[in-house]
């Protein structure tokens, strides 16, 4: 199998009429890594994608892939392979030869086309459904041999545009897993589209979050969930609590927040802001409801609120609380066997880690 | 409630009664004509049945000539009118979509335009290209014209035929294509091409029939290669037989089949593609509906004409038909003669005029509708004492009121015992008896056949 090249994404802009699709795109993606762009719908990933791919041309930039300037290369010239979003197999066809297509136009012959065809079916593990329609399969089934007919141009880059959006959540996981495996052993460069955080955190090496058009922020699942670079990323990535209010001391890395209803609070500054703020700045915290304890802690790392409501998930807890002023605050904790079990309407006490908590310059949420 | 219902239903059945007696009827009727001995296209009164009109139409030089003349034109415009459709209605998904209404308007035009009009316009501008580039023939033949004359609008009915199925094409097996290392005319021949075929087949089946049945644009351009409907009209205009009942007969009949094929072809792509489970044991389209049923019981209908056509023969039939014709004449003869003998007899016993009741009771005895029938009455029975003349005035006559004005001609023209054999066909048309003489005249011995 060939071995992963490097996706470099130079400045890229896309524009659609007056309609900024993209919007200066930097973006270096790792021979042989599981690359991924998160965003809601509509924030310009497939329009990337088909920027790589080659089915648009960029308004302004360079796409290089293993450093080649791509520039007037057509689909068909370009060593990359799309999985679609509808996955797009021929319907009237069977499934060896859509497996085979990008065989059968290179000329091959119909023995050689059989024989790579039994193998890829092996490999997908749908032996011996060769002779079948596409239509005849279900839904997991076509994902997979989407992914055959892909893999069997031998493409240096897989694209793959929301491919398990269509499945149901079983599947999915399933699925999830199962891409992962195949790329790890044949060993090509995977872009990976998505909306689900989900999936972009669990398949990737690298993840990058966009926002209408805008990428804000690129590095690994951990950086992604753990420090993001602006408030959509840290609300749209996984669940969050927000505090906004204004900087009122700085000491290095670490920032005491006026907020605006639950006072003073003290937070680990996150990496990408770090000496862009100011005191006196308008900024954002966020708390993950899980890093959240049912424990008195320092009074700046320390809020109280009242219980509205407990939600019980199987492996773990939500409690629903109302702060100073009705702020909303969400708390996770783990089902441990020894229920915390609060009353509606108990006044509790609860804290965090400050290296847990991140503050930003203020922004833009990702709307639900 | 439960009247009203009821009164709907039976309403509702009526309405159904009349409407597919209106669709189909004339249809039936004519599919009848065609095996009635008679020489005019009816079927009452029905004379013998016989496959003679399907042998005389294969006699038919003018017509086989139109039949082939036909379908070299209909393949001829299948080709260019499936080819042009394909590549405007391809050229419509890829026009920049300000202009696509515009381009649709002007491609779809030529079905609005009057086929007379395209006609006339076919055969003069190519003309004038055969004569500005100084007398090419190909541009002034018949064939040629008539092709390119009817294209120029079922190359339209086509388009839209292709618009339809395009519109429901997923653009991204296109692409999915190209992505996969397919040139542009890959993706054309494996993905788009299979995707149109059924829609290329359609178009195909559309466009012949359209070109067969096509009178307007061809009566202009035809020259010297007549297609079967050219044939048809110039026939029709020097008198018509059953003969043309018969092509109807067959026309309907391979239509018939044809659409079925269709629809099988139709029924076993949806399954392909997935629409619709295939369903084990008989097919579910044979009991589907009542079009299909009655298509089957119109194969075996064919089959069981086919079968007997070879032994059959409608000679015995016709002699009886011709034998109980005369019977009956005769017995009216005898009863004009017993009632003029009467007359006379009873005239000279009361010493009456012998006009009065000699004309009054002949009419009404003879069955003669006709209102001059009964006056030449007399007149026929001395002019014809031979007792087989009588056919033409007691068969013919009747339901044509001028048919007895020419009865004496046709005695004394047509002694001979066949001669009657055509006339009973004369009823269905008012004009019938007109025509009459001249039959019996220039065919006296064979009995007009
Ligand atoms: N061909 C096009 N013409 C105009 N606008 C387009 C076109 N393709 C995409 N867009 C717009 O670009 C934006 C991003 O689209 P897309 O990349 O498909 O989003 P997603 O992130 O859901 O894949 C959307 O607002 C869409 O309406
Ligand atoms: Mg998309």
Redesign the pocket.
Known sequence: MSSGVDVNLENIW?K??D?V??REANVNINGGDFFS?L????????????AVSGF?NPSEGRVLIGGKDMAGLGPNKRPTALIF?NLALFPLMKVWENITFSMEVSGASAGERRKRADELLDMIALPGQGDKLPSELSGGQKQRVAIARALCAQPDVLLL??PLSALDLKLRQHMRTELREIQQRVGITFIY?T?DQGEALTMSDSVAV?RA?IIDQIGDGHAVYDTPATPFVASFVGENNVFRGKISAINGDEATIATNRSGELLSKITPAAVGKLNVGDDAMMFVRPEVLKMQEGDAKTTISAKVLNEEFEGNSYSIYLEGEGGKQIKMAMPNLGNDPHKAKGDMVSFSYDASNAVVMPAGDLASE | MKSNILFGRIALGVYFIIFFGYLIGPLVVMGFTAFNSAAFPSITPWQCFTYEWFSELFQDERILNGIKNSFIIGFGTVILSVSIGLAASLVLTQVWAKWRSTYYTIIIAPILIPGVVLGISTLVFWRQVSDMLGGVPLLNNGIFLTIIGQSTFIASYCMLVFVARLQRFDAGLTEAALDLGATHTQAFRKILLPFMRPAIASAAVLAFLASFENYNTTTFTFGSYPTLTIELSQMVRYGINPSISALAVIIVTITVFGALTLEVLRRRSKVKAGDIKPSKGLPSWLFGNVATILLVALSFGLIAMVTTAQSYSPQQCKANYKEARQLENQIKIDALQAARAAAIAAAAANGETTEESGTDEPATQGGATGAFGGVFAPTNLEGAAGQNSGEDNGAAAPASPFGGVFDPTNLEGAAGQNSGETAPAAPASPFGGVFDPTNLEGASGTGGN
């Not at chain 1, 965003?39 to 088909?50: A, E, M, N």
Request: aromatic fraction near 12%; hydrophobic fraction near 40%; glycine fraction near 18%.
């Open positions: 896309i659609f009429g309609f699709a993209v762009f965003g809601p719908s509509g924030c310009g990933k497939t329009t990337i994608l088909r648009l979003q545009d929301e589209i909306h966009m058009g």
